[in-house]
């Protein structure tokens, strides 16, 4: 690995995870979150004080990345409801199946290696009515800025962490056997539109 995906990447992805388009991406999906949770690619806790404690029981974080989890600490101490942290990948989760009400996802199926495998463990954890509430950035639906993805994201993804500018998400999560139930999409603003176009809603698991 060394020192600049280990130490230097974390900081930069906190540093963008942080902008002020992205925290108001935060703001919309993150209360609804409720009961017990999971949240995907945890980061640097970015999401922890968007949680209604009032909806929550808990919260389960699950990332590979032990140094993101040092930057989270200041959040995790301010949420108010019980939170765990699991070092390990979305692929191939350590955590027992129909056990969650919500997994949270955001900005994070960008970075996944194996996307498609972690949106089969997620459709396994969560309980039969669960919901999968998610806020991620992908291929755009305009052919140039499309294009111009399909160009940098080599580069991109070798000096952001593994992050893909051009994932086609909701089809993604469509395929693993989900049905959308709320959907929206925007460039964000203030954002490079190679980087901005967001979608963002909620699935649940179809039979
Ligand atoms: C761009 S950051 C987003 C962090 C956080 N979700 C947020 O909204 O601020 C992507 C995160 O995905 C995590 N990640 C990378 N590979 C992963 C995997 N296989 N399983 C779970 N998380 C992973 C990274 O460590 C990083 O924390």
Redesign the pocket.
């Known amino acids: 690995m060394g020192f600049y995906s280990d130490t230097i990447v974390?900081r930069l992805?906190?540093c963008?995870?942080?902008t002020k388009p992205?925290l108001k991406q935060?703001e919309k999906v993150v209360p609804q979150a409720q009961g017990k949770v999971l949240?995907?690619?945890?980061?640097?806790?970015?999401?922890l004080p968007y949680y209604d404690a009032k909806r929550v029981d808990a919260v389960v974080g699950?990332?590979?990345?032990a140094t993101?989890w040092s930057l989270a600490q200041n959040r995790a101490s301010q949420l108010g409801v019980p939170l765990e942290f699991v070092q390990?990948?979305?692929?191939d989760m350590p955590l027992p199946s129909e056990s969650f009400d919500t997994v949270l996802?955001?900005?994070?199926l960008?970075?996944?290696?194996?996307g498609h495998s972690?949106l089969q463990e997620i459709r396994r954890v969560l309980k039969p009515e669960g919901r999968l509430v998610f806020?991620e950035h992908g291929e755009a639906p305009d052919e140039s800025v499309a294009r111009w993805q399909a160009r940098i994201n080599p580069m991109w993804r070798r000096l952001?962490?593994?992050?893909n500018l051009n994932r086609p998400i909701v089809n993604w999560i469509s395929k693993a056997g989900f049905g959308i139930q709320a959907l929206d999409q925007m460039y964000l603003p203030g954002t490079p539109r190679v980087a901005g176009f967001n979608v963002w809603g909620s699935a649940q698991r179809e039979c």
Do not use: Q
């Not at 390990?88 to 692929?91: D, I, K, L, V, Y």
């Not at 996802?105 to 994070?108: D, E, K």
């Not at 960008?110 to 194996?114: A, M, N, Q, R, W």
């Open positions: 974390p992805v906190t963008a995870c942080g992205i935060r949240e995907i690619g945890m980061g640097a806790g970015h999401n699950i990332d590979p990345c993101s390990g990948s979305a692929e996802m955001t900005f994070s960008c970075t996944i290696p194996d972690a806020c952001l962490g593994g992050c």
